[in-house]
């Protein structure tokens, strides 16, 4: 198919317009990258590139800023998040095509698809005000006093259970990102021919077989595309884990101690930023989630380009 | 489908556009402490004049920007700006409202104003060289209370802010191992503690976490009932954080209107001042006259009949003597 | 166990396992919304809806100029961005389909939606309030909309990518031009796809407040004027969450729960309609 229909003037104007529409992605992406590169001039300036991301000084009074803690923190949030969601949202899409009963699809894939349409700031207020006081008063002191007592694996539950750390965030994010994965998962699943299911039951294989062999190779594409949109979304989550992570910039090896991610940084200082410097600096924290997520996305797209070549056909 | 959509643009753009340019708006950001009593002035301002002010908390740092980008016709700030900041942004600067900050504590049993600190307890536990509550020097502070061997949690705000900036000042101007290693500003690198976001974050950490300190606006500290501490101030007395106390602060501050105001109210030298009071700063743009007059109409308004309200509101009025040097600093600059 | 019952014990673990992860989400949704509920719907007034709001101290203030700004934004920003998206996602999927430049944009369109929101507020600041010289509804709704439009595209590319090849040739077969077969063959194929992301995208933007607190700024006084500031729930919310007092906290909490309740029953209703509209 060519690019653009020259032998019909609708089907060129159409498809000019719709060519329009989608530049305005590449406008507006290349707008936001000139505009925290200007912004972010004179902390560039100062402190460089590898200085910047590698420091772990992020010191308004001395004006003396660096990126690594807000990295790291951005870093073992998602990751852990993704950790807790990959499963259970694969579980979930399992759940509604394979298992449940067919009246109970539908209503099942709404309530999951809900998740994802609740508010950030209503995550953020339920985190703060229900989630944190119930991590810190139960699951945080048990998970302390059982795994924190294994060597190796204990450290990451070591200091004061205050539910603000980087446990609960983590818990929040995976909230969040579930219904993302799970409703693109289960619409991958849908896909599979039944006809090739089916044959693989004619042949004696359990339910699990299918799943397993059958379904998720099929579909791993479409699984795919949806972890790395969940991860998408969870780099650049802000408001729901502002109020639960503490925004406390330091590298900790416990998950039971405050951190500070990227957008969280941002959200916490941007609006009582008072000089150009500081400012500037937080412009360039930005910046370097903007080129961070590039790179992931980047990867990810790598990959999911490769099983396309893979899988189809 | 089509047509539902049609309906709903057209519908909106004409109601954008019917009710375009109706009536004016003074429109002022910045600041979010003094946003609560700001808005009650401009609501009582409404009622009595007709004129609308739309205030709005976008933080210091934001208010700032706006009044350097004339986006707004005022600006708020918590801290002060220098003279050489206002002359490089074009700007005006004077005082409009004051609070207190307050140390809380959460102690089994303990109630307001039980505790005694000074500024250099203060200044050593948020720097974590007193770790427990039995440790010496509090028990000198305190010799008639039973202090126990707990561990202090030290809450700090986890957010740029103005009260921080206050508080830090504070410890910078009584402590020279706090100014050395940590200085003051809106957010700095915290040796110890938790963070938490806002007022209502510290309250909270407060509240929840047992034999823990924080700091907060007086405001928060009485609607949470939280048990402020008393304070050693200048004068060496000790002093419990009320309207009386932050008034004397004020009165006693050194405000230049020749410096454009640019004062931290920390370590007043009133007898019995609070040591860590701040006021809260309006912004004008020196060009922008129409404006910057119609602001100064509503500032010099809410002076004259704004105080009840203030003060029902846990904000502290300025003394009359201040807001007499600051209308003298409005007719010099001739928007009075 | 030999192994066939070791592979039927196998299926049914998984399965089992797979019924938690279901029990799981759900638990969390019933959670949320029932903590909101609780807190909202105890702070749920009348005069939340029939007055503007009124400083602290002055008991029957209200949210109605939030509610209105609210709506008047969101609109705004799905009338801009549902088209430019649902656009634009055509022609990576359609006239594009393969190519290098479609495989860009959507790597680009992925990136834009992790760009914190605060920095499209900060983007939208810079082209549309500076240069103006205040703070407008226009740019709240212009912000809402660049946040929305990738999510559009993103997913009605994907929604058009699922329908079958096949069903285009059998139009093009017809002798349908290339614009009749997307507008009345793969449209209505992947329309059920393309609502979810778009109602997707509103509840996305319904609940952002950083990109609106640069933009359309917010407002004491009701105004439907949106060349100038005006409110919004999210950033009342916001302000009202982090003052002193408990009256605001209500507010607060009721707006949250009006927010979420609003955002969820258009997604419900957005289901419904679909299987209404194709059974």
């Known amino acids: 198919m060519p690019i653009l229909q020259r032998k019909n003037p609708v089907d060129l104007s159409f498809s000019l317009i719709t060519a329009f529409a989608s530049f305005t992605v590449v406008l507006l992406i290349s707008g936001i990258f000139v505009v925290l590169v200007r912004e972010s001039s004179l902390s560039i300036g100062k402190f460089g590139v590898l200085k910047f991301l590698t420091s772990t000084e992020w010191n308004p009074v001395t004006e003396s800023f660096g990126a690594a803690t807000a990295i790291y923190g951005t870093f073992i949030t998602t990751g852990i998040a993704l950790i807790i969601a990959i499963p259970a949202a694969i579980g979930i899409a399992v759940f509604i095509t394979e298992i449940s009963p067919n009246f109970l699809k539908a209503p099942i894939g709404v309530a999951i698809e809900l998740l994802a349409a609740i508010p950030s700031i209503i995550y953020g207020m339920w985190g703060l005000f229900t989630l944190a006081p119930i991590m810190s008063r139960y699951i945080e002191p048990a998970l302390k006093s059982s795994i924190g007592k294994v060597p190796l694996l204990g450290t990451l539950f070591q200091g004061t259970p205050m539910g603000i750390d980087i446990l609960t965030a983590s818990v929040i994010l995976s909230i969040m990102i579930i219904p993302f994965t799970a409703s693109i998962a289960r619409d991958a699943f849908n896909l599979t021919p039944a006809v090739v299911k089916e044959s693989a039951y004619s042949v004696g294989a359990t339910k699990w077989e299918v799943v397993k062999d059958v379904v998720l190779p099929y579909s791993k594409l479409g699984v795919f595309g949806g972890i790395a949109l969940s991860l998408g979304r969870a780099l650049g989550e802000t408001m729901a884990v502002a109020f639960v992570l503490g925004n406390n910039h330091q590298i900790t090896s416990s998950l039971l101690n405050a951190a500070a991610t990227i957008t969280v940084t941002l959200a916490n200082e941007f609006t009582e930023a008072d000089t150009d410097m500081y400012l500037s600096s937080l412009f360039y924290l930005a910046l370097v989630l903007f080129v961070l997520s590039f790179i992931v996305l980047a990867i990810a797209k790598y990959f999911l380009l490769r099983a396309e070549r893979k899988y189809s056909r | 489908m089509k047509r539902i959509i049609l309906l709903v643009v057209i519908s909106v753009v004409t109601f954008s556009f019917s009710l375009a340019g109706a009536e004016e708006i003074l429109n002022g950001a910045g600041a979010s402490f003094p946003y609560p009593v700001y808005s009650a002035w401009a609501y009582d301002y409404y009622k009595a004049t007709g004129a609308k002010l739309n205030y709005q908390s976008i933080g210091s740092g934001g208010g700032i920007r706006q009044i350097a980008n004339r986006t707004v016709d005022f600006g708020a700030s918590d801290a002060p700006l220098t003279p050489a900041q206002l002359n490089k942004d074009n700007l005006l600067q004077f005082p409009a409202v004051m609070g207190g900050v307050v140390l809380v504590v959460n102690m089994p049993g303990v109630k307001a104003g039980a505790v005694r600190l000074d500024s250099e307890a203060v200044c050593k536990v948020y720097l974590g060289n007193i770790k427990y509550w039995d440790d010496a020097k509090l028990k000198t502070l305190n010799p008639k209370m039973k202090l126990p061997h707990n561990e202090i949690t030290v809450v700090h705000r986890s957010d740029g802010s103005g009260t921080t900036a206050i508080f830090t000042n504070y410890l910078s101007g009584a402590c020279s191992d706090w100014k050395a290693r940590v200085g003051a500003g809106t957010s700095v690198k915290w040796p110890v503690g938790i963070g938490g976001k806002g007022n209502e974050g510290v309250s909270q950490y407060v509240k929840k976490a047992q034999y823990s300190i924080g700091y907060v606006e007086f405001a928060y500290a009485e609607q949470n009932k939280l048990a402020y501490t008393l304070l050693k101030n200048s004068a060496g007395n000790f002093v419990e954080p009320s309207f009386n106390a932050f008034e004397d602060a004020a009165a006693t501050g050194n405000f230049d209107p020749k410096k454009h105001f640019d004062h931290w109210l920390v370590n007043a030298p009133g007898k019995h001042a609070w040591p860590i009071a701040g006021a809260t700063f309006i912004l004008l743009a020196k060009d922008k006259k129409d404006s910057s007059v119609k602001s100064v109409r509503f500032f010099d308004w809410a002076f004259k009949n704004g105080d009840a309200k203030a003060k029902e509101l846990i904000y502290v009025p300025l003394p009359k003597s201040l807001k007499d040097k600051i209308r003298a600093y409005w007719k010099a600059n001739g928007i009075y | ?279």
């Open chain 3, 1 to 279: 166990m030999n192994v066939e019952e070791k592979r039927k014990f196998e299926s049914l673990v998984a399965l089992s396992l797979s019924t938690l992860a279901a029990i799981f989400g759900l638990f969390w949704l019933v959670f949320i919304l029932g903590d909101v509920l609780i807190h909202g719907m105890s702070a749920l007034k009348l005069s939340l809806f029939t007055h503007d709001p009124t400083p602290p101290g002055v008991t029957g203030g209200g949210l109605r100029n939030a509610f209105m700004g609210q709506l008047l934004i969101t609109v705004v920003a799905t009338l801009i961005g549902v088209p430019v998206g649902v656009l634009g996602g055509t022609f990576l999927a359609e006239y594009a389909r393969g190519t290098r430049i479609a495989q860009l944009v959507s790597i680009l369109s992925d990136i834009m939606v992790s760009v914190p929101s605060i920095v499209i507020g900060t983007f939208i600041y810079a082209i549309l309030v500076k240069p103006v010289g205040h703070f407008n509804g226009w740019a709240g709704s212009v912000a809402l909309a660049v946040i929305m439009i990738p999510v559009v595209l993103r997913t009605t590319e994907d929604m058009l990518s699922l329908v079958p090849w096949t069903l285009r040739e059998a139009a093009f077969a017809l002798g349908a031009p290339y614009y009749k077969v997307i507008t009345q063959v793969v449209y209505r194929g992947a329309a059920t796809g393309i609502l979810t992301g778009i109602l997707l995208s509103i509840a996305r933007v319904a609940g952002e407040t950083a990109p609106l607190l640069f933009t359309s700024f917010n407002n004491s006084f009701f105004s439907t004027e949106m060349k100038g500031p005006i409110a919004s729930l999210t950033v009342s919310i916001f302000q009202y969450a982090m003052g002193p007092y408990d009256e605001w906290h209500q507010q607060a909490w009721a707006a949250s729960f009006m927010i979420t309740a609003v955002i969820l029953v258009i997604t419900i209703l957005g289901r419904l309609i679909i299987r209404w509209r194709y059974k």
